[in-house]
């Protein structure tokens, strides 16, 4: 199992393989725009995410990445 996840947007996915977590990444992405554009909120909720406008949006700096392993 394969999990996806944009920190920046707290958006996560997975998938039996690699290429099935980034395809499902990306389809959960493009629904959660969709959202934001139908409900008109796009700009606000990605101010609210830490993103910046400058001629395009740029995404907050992600100051650590860390890969850990959990045992249940």
Known sequence: MYVAYIPQ??????????????????????????????????KEVLEEAGFMFDQEWKAPEILKFEKMRVAV
């Open 9 to 42: 947007l707290n958006l996560a996915s997975c998938g039996e393989t690699l290429e099935e977590a980034e395809k499902n990444i990306k389809d959960a992405t493009e629904g959660f725009f969709e959202a934001t554009d139908k409900m008109g909120t796009t």
